[in-house]
C-alpha cells in the first residue's frame, strides 16, 4: 500500500471513531508499521502529530455540533473531554478565541475534509528514475518547503546534476516551456533531461502526477547566514537585481508563453482581505479597521497604474540560485502568471522574513532596501510602484495568511504569516519611508 492510502484508510477510520479512544500504537498496527515509523510518516504526510491531528478533528466535530443548538457539555464529553473547561482551554489554544466568540465570528462551523499529499517511497521514486538514461543509484534528497518546516514531497535533487519534480501537467508543462524559451533568450533555465523513450516527461500510472526530470542549474540557494549576515545588503541588492534581469527575459517572452493573467486587487478584495478580517477578530491581532478600509481605497486608486507583465509568481529564496555572489538562475516557474512586476519584488522580501527567526524582523526593513536598490538599478520602479509598495506587500501577507489558515497542515505557517503581517502594518511608515 502506498504512503497516501496508508494515510488516507488512517483518517476514515479517525473520522468515524472520534467518539471513541484512538492512539497512534493503534493506528500503527492497522497500517502494519512501528509506531515509530507510523508515525513518522503520518507527520509528513499532515504535518501534524497523530494526537494533534486527532484533537483538532474532535474539536471541529463538536463545535460543528454546538453551533446547531446541541447542549455544549454533552457533546464535550461524547468526543472524549473530560469537563467543559478541558475543550474551551483546548479550543482557544487551536483557535485563538472562545467558542462562543468563533460562532459570533463564522456564525457556523462545518469541519473540512483533510487533505492528503502524496508522499513517494524511495522504492518508487527509484522505479519513476529507471525511466531515464542516468546513472543507477544516484542518491537522491527531499527539498523543504521554503520555511524549512517540512519536505515538499514534490521535488528531489538527484546526484550532483538533476532534479526530479513531480506535479500537475498543467503546471509542469508550463514550468518546461517558460523554461526552453528563457533558456533560447540567453537566460540561466533548468532544460529537461529526455527519458529514455524520448519524452519529455513520465506519465505515472497508479497516479494523476507527471514526472519530469531537469538539469541542475549552477548555484544553491543563499544560507540563512549569508541572507541575514553582515552582507545581507549586498547579497539584497543581487536579490533585486537577479529579479529584475529575469524580468527582462520574461518580458521578451510573454507571446509565446500565453500565461493567465490575473487581478491582485480583485482577488484581495473579494478573498483574502475579508478573510483576514475574521481572523483578526478571531486572533486579536489588532489590526484597525481603517487599515482593511485604507488598503482597498489607496490600493485601488494605485492598481491599474502599475507595470504588469510575465512574472514568476513565487521568487521566495529557495526558488533563486547564487554562484558566488551573484545570482545564477532561477527554479520553479509553475505558477508564473501575468501580474504586477512588484508582486515578485515583495514576494522575495516577505519570503525572507518568513524563513528567518526574530533576526529577521531585527533586519529586514535593511534587507527590503537593498532588494529595491538592486532592482531600480536594473529596472527602473515607476513613481506609483513606489507609493504602492507597502500595499503590495500587505497583499501578499493577507493572501498567504488566508490560504495557510484554510489549510489545517499548514497551521503553523498560518501563524507565522499572522505575525509578519502584524509587524508590516506596525512599520508602515518606515516601510514607505523605504520605498521612496
Avoid at 533576526?359 to 535593511?366: K, P
Wanted: hydrophobic share 40%.
Amino acid at each position: 500500500m502506498q504512503c497516501p492510502e496508508i494515510i488516507k484508510a488512517a483518517l476514515e477510520y479517525i473520522e468515524h471513531n472520534l467518539k471513541t479512544d484512538i492512539t497512534a500504537e493503534e493506528l500503527a498496527r492497522m497500517a502494519n508499521y512501528s509506531t515509530w515509523h507510523y508515525c513518522r510518516l503520518f507527520s509528513s504526510v499532515m504535518g501534524s502529530s497523530v494526537a494533534g491531528y486527532i484533537l483538532k478533528r474532535r474539536l471541529d466535530h463538536a463545535l460543528a455540533e454546538i453551533a446547531v443548538g446541541r447542549k455544549a457539555i454533552d457533546v464535550v464529553l461524547e468526543y472524549g473531554f473530560d469537563t467543559y473547561a478541558g475543550f474551551y482551554k483546548a479550543f482557544v489554544k487551536m483557535y485563538g478565541c472562545s467558542p462562543k466568540k468563533y460562532l459570533g465570528i463564522y456564525r457556523e462551523h462545518k469541519p473540512r475534509k483533510p487533505e492528503v499529499v502524496n508522499l513517494y517511497t524511495v522504492n518508487e521514486l527509484r522505479k519513476i528514475l529507471e525511466n531515464w538514461d542516468i546513472e543507477k543509484k544516484l542518491p537522491f534528497h527531499d527539498i523543504y518547503l521554503s520555511n524549512g518546516s517540512s519536505v515538499s514531497g514534490k521535488v528531489w535533487t538527484v546526484g550532483d546534476n538533476y532534479v526530479l519534480k513531480a506535479g500537475s501537467r498543467e503546471k509542469l508543462i508550463k514550468n518546461l516551456k517558460i523554461a526552453k524559451v528563457l533558456h533560447e533568450q540567453g537566460f540561466a533555465a533548468s532544460l529537461p533531461v529526455p527519458a529514455k523513450t524520448g519524452d519529455e516527461y513520465l506519465e505515472y500510472p497508479d497516479g494523476d502526477e507527471i514526472f519530469i526530470l531537469t538539469q541542475g542549474l549552477k548555484g544553491r540557494p543563499l544560507s540563512k547566514s549569508a541572507v541575514f549576515g553582515c552582507h545581507r545588503t549586498q547579497y539584497a541588492e543581487e536579490y533585486g537585481r537577479g529579479i529584475a534581469r529575469l524580468h527582462k527575459a520574461l518580458k521578451a517572452i510573454e507571446k509565446e508563453v500565453v500565461p493567465d493573467e490575473v487581478n491582485l486587487y480583485r482577488n484581495v478584495a473579494e478573498w483574502a482581505l475579508p478573510n483576514v478580517r475574521r481572523q483578526n477578530m478571531q486572533w486579536s491581532m489588532d489590526l484597525k479597521e481603517s487599515f482593511f478600509d485604507d488598503f482597498l481605497d489607496s490600493f485601488g486608486a494605485l492598481y491599474d497604474k502599475l507595470p504588469r507583465q510575465l512574472i514568476h509568481r513565487d521568487p521566495n529564496p529557495s526558488n533563486i540560485l547564487f554562484d558566488g555572489d551573484r545570482v545564477s538562475g532561477f527554479i520553479d516557474f509553475d505558477l508564473s502568471e501575468v501580474n504586477i512586476r512588484l508582486w515578485d519584488v515583495c514576494y522575495c522580501a516577505t519570503g525572507i522574513l518568513s524563513e528567518g527567526g526574530d533576526e529577521a524582523y531585527a533586519c529586514w526593513l535593511e534587507i527590503l532596501g537593498g532588494i529595491l536598490r538592486g532592482y531600480d538599478l536594473e529596472e527602473r520602479l515607476t513613481a506609483e510602484e513606489k507609493q504602492a509598495m507597502y500595499y503590495v506587500i500587505c497583499a501578499i501577507q493577507m493572501i498567504c495568511t488566508a490560504f495557510f489558515a484554510s489549510h489545517d497542515m499548514y497551521r503553523e505557517l498560518a501563524e507565522t504569516n499572522r505575525r509578519m503581517l502584524q509587524f508590516i502594518v506596525r512599520n508602515e511608515e518606515k516601510i514607505r519611508k523605504v520605498a521612496e
